[in-house]
Nanobody, 120 residues
């Protein structure tokens, strides 16, 4: 019914940058909020950044000043610009979207995950 496709992950050196994208498609009536989560080996999944339909944004303390979340409503796409990357940013990054479908059902949907590795 709703599909999320992520892209932009990869291997980068400390101090480098990556830009993640997550495009939602399918039976979408509206999108209330979008967010990025990450999960490192042996750790719980944590919220990295979120943005509401009204434009309110929040970030995890660990990424403030380095990461920027944005959205393109026309493309149903959310982005995560990651600068000054650190080894501790290494994780699988997942996007999550709160969607109202064309049948007026409200649900969260998860992307497939994209690996981000920060290493020399």
């Amino acid at each position: 019914q709703v599909q999320l496709v992520e892209s932009g992950g990869g291997l980068v050196q400390p101090g480098g940058s990556l830009r993640l994208s997550c495009a939602a498609s399918g039976s979408i009536f509206s999108i209330d909020s979008m967010g990025w989560y990450r999960q490192a080996p042996g750790k719980q999944r944590e919220l990295v950044a979120g943005i509401t339909s009204g434009g309110w944004i929040n970030y995890a303390d660990s990424v403030k000043g380095r990461f920027t979340i944005s959205r393109d409503n026309a493309k149903n796409t959310v982005y995560l610009q990651m600068n000054s990357l650190k080894p501790e940013d290494t994780a699988v990054y997942y996007c999550n979207v709160l969607v109202v479908t064309t049948t007026r059902v409200r649900n969260h949907y998860w992307g497939q995950g994209t690996q981000v590795t920060v290493s020399s």
